[in-house]
């Protein structure tokens, strides 16, 4: 996984909070009534959540893909960069068990968006750490 990727997720993630925002807007400043409105509204968050879970999808992929790759491969590291490395993959395991257990929340409505975004903040860099001892 190289910066390139990052780059532009962070960009597609820009957009879409971008485009949020921009729909947020239109809807309140559109002439409909309250009820249309928060029926506009629910829905969109509805598709902001649904983006959300796919993202989790995503990144519990990336993460068993880099835990199963740490486990096969022999990283010639020694001392402190061994340390780092087995730290990177704890992480990176703490990491995907709290998306496994958020996706399970989510499907059982019983999770916060807080918590999710929470979740994804944390793959995202477990997956950022680990990737870079792996050159592709």
């Known amino acids: 996984m190289g910066k390139d990727n990052h780059t532009g997720r962070n960009i597609a993630i820009g ?4 485009g ?7 809807i309140l400043t559109a002439p409909k ?10 829905a969109k968050a509805g598709d902001l959540k ?6 989790v999808v995503q990144l519990q992929g990336e993460l068993k893909d880099l835990l199963a790759r740490a486990k096969s491969e022999t990283i010639a590291l020694s001392g402190k960069a061994r340390a780092e490395f087995n ?8 990491a995907q068990s ?4 958020m996706l399970k929340a989510v ?8 918590e999710l ?3 994804i903040k944390q793959a995202r860099a477990a997956t950022k750490n680990l990737s870079k001892y792996f050159k592709s």
């Open 15 to 18: 957009a879409a909070i971008a």
């Open 20 to 26: 949020a925002v921009g729909y947020v807007t239109g």
């Open 33 to 42: 009534s309250g009820k249309e409105t928060r029926a506009d509204v629910a």
């Open 50 to 55: 649904q983006a959300a879970l796919e993202e």
């Open 87 to 94: 730290e990177a993959v704890a992480r990176a395991k703490d």
């Open 98 to 101: 709290k998306l496994t257990t």
């Open 107 to 114: 499907k059982a409505g019983e999770a916060e968006d807080p």
């Open 117 to 119: 975004n929470k979740a």
